[in-house]
């Protein structure tokens, strides 16, 4: 029985090609994803526990804000010689390190990653951890020399000698690069300048007093444990963070773990989708080779084979394509991980792995993923083959229609439908969010199920509607195109169902994403009231000469200031909520449109005094004038008067809680020297905007980093941001589509493998080549068409339950995206053509006398 | 180069459906080659039913393949009516068996998608012609398929789904019609019928049949019997009877069966189709049954 199994395998090993092709593109993202982020984990593991010091001392990292504030934290860069004193220490030196500096050639182009990633300032003290080395020119002495790394200097066409500006937040200067030093680790993708100690404390922090940490070194004998507790101890328990190496490297790695983290996840979506997309194509192709081997299966069942063993040779059958797909996944995998950090590198993160780290349960992975899935898509398959009764070797296997009813796919469907359907309605329906989202989530997947379950169902109903006008169209050609994808509604369901997945996804992400465009949208057109906003791109602080600057520009009236403040506010019902709130100059009403449920600007921006949106105050307690403790970023605690509530209804959005603002004189007092991250001008009376705005842009030439904004760029901007998000999703859906569109030249390949001897008679009687290819193009066409038309309902569906979720979040406008919905449509008819090309390329080209006499 | 009047069953020019010249078609190459037709010279005459037999492996398929467009030859002229086929394009050669020929095969001769009716007047939507309403009732009515137009495939028996096939193949008027084995797969009533309508087809409605059939029965309800023999026609017979025709057939198994020495697997074919044969005229008599079917469906 095993050897016919295997004969049977290679027999149909052609047939199995797209099955084995999707097996091997989901392995290859499992594995890849895998290999991927154990391989840079370990790197970057490595890189920190080589570049840590024995001890640190920093800053206490007491608030974090979902907003960049720009605070640079430090500490008093005298505790360097206290430590040094110490017993057990063998030397302790200053660090001072400043992500964010803005770096600018003569030309005022930026040098630094285009990539988002950071350029840091820091001072030049090489030890034997340092992860760069001075390999031409030599070290920076003094106000006006740096260092800057070998791969910018490549990347930007830097050299020694070259005049580079630094804008640093205590103000820009001037430095003349006179050496390169090279990373002997790797790179993590981000620029590095280097000043000499003195420089970088004055020019990066304002003070020669201060630091962003000190590194302390254990002398010979000293374990890091040991030392930390002398440091604390002298220090002061609980005053600074102090850790050793090893726990500084698993902080730095969990810093950055959380963007690995991210491509991780991102990546094994990708191979969940593929997963979730192949079975569906496996499934299709099992089922079809069991139909076209009914006889030969009765004729075992005949000859003495029982069920199970025609079971089990379908489920080896299954096994032996799962073992082979995860193999070549596996190997794929390696390739694309590898592939992933080249990416990497020219991202400027180089990457130096000798070593790709393969764990050990990457090929259990890859197995587990790869057998299984092919398993669990051939069980059904394998479950008809073993019903075949001996007697289908005797009688004529031609069979044009379904076989079994649908009913039990009816039952299924109805129920799994309406239980969707009803997690949905409660999801519409419900007032809190997280009841509404994790409603959505069940109704997703229930409805989704559901729509894969009954899909052949609305296979009758939905192409005879969709394909309508074909035979009135194209005549016979057209006829039969549709009767074909009609034919066997199980297959025409599955088949499109693959597709369905991905644009059931675009549709409800569309609706989402252009439902929060409008909704940011309005929220622009109703409180934004300046002319212009300068920021930066990714609203990241800027150095107070750019407001100078601004201030400074002939015919700006009203500017008002923007700072962030992480802030962490106990509430009267017991809660602490830690937050990003926003400090304003006194004429905001000048700028922005606010609208209040008690008092008013003058009130919330009043010295000592703070406010907040009207229902986060309801919700916790909050009157007019209560009195609430607040405490800042760096320790400081107030106990701030509550002087107006707002109500703007809309103020949850990236992960801001409360709506909270102050005056920027308060910020001031609590936390000083925070940076502007925005700044708002009018025009002065008899200005012309346009004619404002092209000054400041010239005033504000030397800053890139900072942008003059009207009202609509600002629009623009944050349609930008919202997209990132939405490319993320199609580039998800990409590969399902492809998958998909795998699923359908496979259909149709196969069947016209199983509709040999009909395209024989149709070439015989007068069909010419061309209309087969027609015809077989069609009956493409209108399966991509359905299963894009079930996707898109679908999608529209969970979309508008999504929105409603959005809504609770103050997201309330609904914007259907028409234009994504007919290009999906459109673009599914394409998929159906191009899906069409091989097979009808192979139809055509069958030699008529043979597909009459095919058996 | 043969002369036309060499040709069995030669007729004018004009009075011929089809007629090959020095018809060859091999298989392989080199010492490997087969010869399944040997220069053939063969006239179709037009209004006429002719059968074409002979043992298994004697060419009489690749003759009507290559009669038809189906196939390419390897040698010779083949014109239907006065095409020259030999030597056109694809394109041309669908376009021909679309306007000008219809078809019968032994089975799956039917599109399992569509109706009878669409079957039926498939040839001529592909072409995207109108049939003639009162042509195709005709047929239709001849055939006894009135009451079953609207059933697919599936849903008929072996001798409706072949009367189907029939009118397909009458339904465009076309100038020739082969059919290929038509009541192989049919039981003994099943295939008289399809046999009678074919007769009915040339007598009645004026058209040119060719049937290709290992049967004598089958054979006797054709105006001539062309047969072959490794590649070549060797002889035909005016108005066959099963009788005659099997007598012709037994003298091919001696010839051959002397020839080839020991050519068991000839000889046990042969014995085959003679066995079968002669099942037929013992159910019933053939000529009789040709009138009384004819008769049948006259009334109609």
Not at chain 2, 186 to 191: E, F, I, N, Y
Not at chain 2, 261 to 271: H, N, V
Request: charged share 20%.
């Amino acid at each position: 029985m095993l050897r016919a199994t295997l004969r049977g395998f290679l027999a149909h090993k052609g047939r199995l090609l797209l099955s084995a092709l999707a097996v091997v593109l989901s392995v290859a993202f499992v594995a890849g994803s895998l290999i991927f982020s154990d391989t840079v984990s370990r790197t970057f593991d490595r890189l920190f526990a080589a570049t840590s010091a024995d001890v640190t001392v920093e800053p206490r990292q007491d608030l974090t804000s979902a907003v960049p504030t720009g605070v640079v934290q430090t500490v008093p860069a005298d505790l360097a010689r206290r430590l040094e004193g110490l017993g057990g220490v063998a030397a302790a030196h200053v660090d001072v390190a400043v992500r964010d500096a803005v770096v600018v050639d003569a030309a005022g182009t930026p040098v630094g990653p285009t990539t988002g990633a950071p350029t840091i300032a820091s001072n030049w003290e090489p030890t034997r951890r340092s992860p760069v080395r001075l390999t031409s020119g030599r070290a920076p002495h003094g106000g006006g020399e740096a260092l800057l790394d070998a791969d910018t200097a490549r990347y930007r066409g830097v050299r020694i000698g070259d005049v580079l500006t630094v804008q640093a937040q205590p103000g820009s200067f001037r430095v003349r690069v006179t050496g390169i030093a090279t990373f002997t680790t790797t790179n993590p993708g981000s620029a590095r300048l280097f000043l000499d100690t003195p420089t970088a404390q004055r020019r990066l922090l304002g003070s020669t007093g201060r630091a962003t940490g000190i590194s302390v070194d254990a002398a010979r004998g000293t374990s890091d444990t040991a030392l930390r507790g002398r440091v604390e101890a002298a220090l002061g328990p609980g005053r600074y963070d102090v850790r050793t190496a090893a726990e500084h490297a698993k902080s730095a790695a969990a810093d950055l773990g959380g963007f690995l983290k991210v491509i991780k996840y991102v990546m094994l979506g990708f191979a969940g989708i593929a997963v979730l997309v192949g079975v569906f194509l496996i499934v299709n192709t099992f089922s079809m080779l069991i139909a076209q081997r009914t006889r030969e299966l009765g004729l075992l069942r005949a000859l003495g084979a029982d069920r199970r063993q025609v079971r089990r040779s379908v489920l080896t059958e299954a096994a032996l394509l799962g073992l082979a797909g995860a193999t070549l996944g596996l190997a794929a995998g390696v390739g694309l991980a590898a592939g992933l950090i080249r990416l990497l590198s020219a991202f400027g993160m180089n990457l130096r792995t000798t070593d790709t780290v393969v764990a050990w349960s990457t090929p259990v992975a890859a197995y587990a993923v790869g057998v299984g899935v092919t398993f669990v898509a051939a069980f059904l398959p394998a479950r008809r083959a073993a019903a075949v009764s001996p007697m289908a070797a005797l009688a004529d296997a031609e069979v044009a229609g379904v076989g079994r009813p649908l009913r039990v796919r009816a039952a299924a469907g109805a129920a799994l439908g309406a239980a969707g359907a009803a997690a949905l309605a409660g999801c519409a329906a419900s007032g809190r969010a997280a009841t509404a989202a994790s409603l959505l989530g069940a109704g997703v997947v229930l409805t989704l199920v559901a729509t894969v379950v009954a899909g052949p169902l609305l296979v009758r109903p939905l192409i005879r509607v969709l394909g309508g006008a074909f035979p009135a169209l194209f005549g016979a050609v057209g006829r039969m195109s549709r009767r074909n994808a009609l034919r066997n509604p199980r297959r025409t369901g599955a088949t499109a169902a693959a597709l369905m997945v991905g644009l059931a996804l675009v549709a409800g992400m569309s609706v989402a994403g252009s439902s929060m465009n409008r909704s940011f949208d309005r929220r622009i057109d109703r409180t934004l009231g300046a002319d212009f906003i300068v920021q930066n791109r990714n609203f990241l602080p800027f150095p107070a000469e750019v407001t100078a600057r601004v201030r400074g520009t002939p015919g700006a009236g009203v500017v008002v200031r923007q700072r962030f403040a992480a802030v962490a506010v106990a509430l009267p019902d017991g809660r602490r909520v830690e937050t990003t709130a926003s400090a304003y100059d006194p004429r905001l009403d000048d700028v922005a449109h606010l609208t209040y449920a008690s008092g008013g600007t003058g009130a919330a921006l009043a010295a000592g005094h703070v406010a907040m949106d009207a229902g986060f105050a309801r919700g916790h307690g909050v009157r007019p004038g209560s009195v609430l403790p607040f405490e800042f970023q760096g320790g400081r605690r107030a106990r701030l008067t509550v002087g107006a509530l707002t109500d703007q209804g809309d103020t949850e959005a990236f992960g801001v809680q409360g709506g909270l603002f102050l005056g920027l004189g308060t910020l001031e007092r609590y936390v000083p020297g925070t940076p502007d991250a925005a700044v708002y001008v009018n025009a002065a009376p008899g200005t012309a905007p346009a004619l404002l705005r092209s000054r400041l842009e010239r005033a504000l030439a030397p800053y890139p980093q900072v942008q003059v904004r009207d009202q609509a760029d600002y629009k623009k901007l944050v349609h930008d941001q919202i997209a990132v998000l939405l490319y993320l999703v199609y580039a998800l859906v990409g590969l399902a589509i492809v998958i998909a569109v795998l699923g359908v030249v496979n259909t149709l390949a196969l069947s016209v493998v199983e509709r040999t001897r009909e395209i024989g008679l149709l070439r015989a009687i007068g069909l010419s080549r061309r209309q087969l290819r027609r015809m077989i193009r069609l009956e493409s066409v209108v399966i991509a068409v359905f299963g894009a038309v079930l996707g898109l309902a679908l999608g529209l569906v969970w979309g508008l339950c999504l929105q409603r979720v959005l809504a609770l979040q103050g997201m309330t406008a609904l914007a259907i995206p028409w234009g994504t919905i007919a290009t999906v449509v459109i673009g599914s008819a394409v998929v159906g053509v191009v899906a069409a090309v091989l097979p009808a390329l192979r139809a055509s080209r069958m030699n008529v006398l043979t597909a009459i006499a095919h058996e | 180069m043969p002369t036309p009047a060499a040709a069995p069953g030669a007729v004018p020019a004009e009075r011929a459906a089809a007629r090959a010249r020095g018809l060859t078609k091999a298989y392989g190459t080199g010492e490997t080659t087969v010869l399944a037709l040997d220069a053939v010279d063969v006239d179709i005459a037009r209004g006429r039913f002719t059968a074409v037999m002979g043992p298994s492996g004697s060419g009489k398929s690749t003759l009507m393949h290559c009669l038809a467009g189906l196939d390419t030859v390897s040698a010779g002229r083949v014109w239907l009516g006065g095409t020259e086929i030999t030597g056109l394009r694809d394109r041309e050669l669908t376009r021909l068996r679309r306007d000008r020929v219809g078809f019968m095969f032994q089975s799956f001769n039917l599109v399992p998608t569509l109706d009878a009716l669409e079957n039926i007047t498939l040839p001529l939507d592909i072409a995207g012609r109108r049939p003639d309403r009162d042509w195709l009732d005709r047929v239709i009515d001849a055939l006894g398929l009135r009451d079953r137009l609207k059933h697919r495939p599936a849903q008929l028996s072996g001798g409706q789904q072949q009367r189907v096939a029939c009118a397909r193949a009458l339904a465009s008027r076309p100038e020739l019609i082969f059919a290929d084995e038509p009541t192989g797969n049919l039981d003994s009533r099943a295939g008289l019928e399809v046999l009678g309508f074919l007769r009915d087809a040339v007598d009645r409605l004026g058209q040119t049949v060719v049937m290709v059939t290992h049967d004598p029965g089958a054979a006797a309800h054709s105006d001539l019997v062309l047969f072959l023999a490794d590649g070549r026609i060797v002889d035909g017979m005016e108005h066959p009877t099963a009788e005659s025709v099997l007598e012709r057939m037994k003298r091919f198994d001696a010839i051959r069966g002397a020839y080839e020495g020991d050519g068991s697997a000839g000889a046990a074919a042969a014995a085959g189709d003679t066995a079968r044969a002669a099942a037929l005229p013992a159910e019933r008599d053939p000529a009789t049954s040709a009138d009384g079917t004819g008769g049948a469906t006259e009334e109609v």
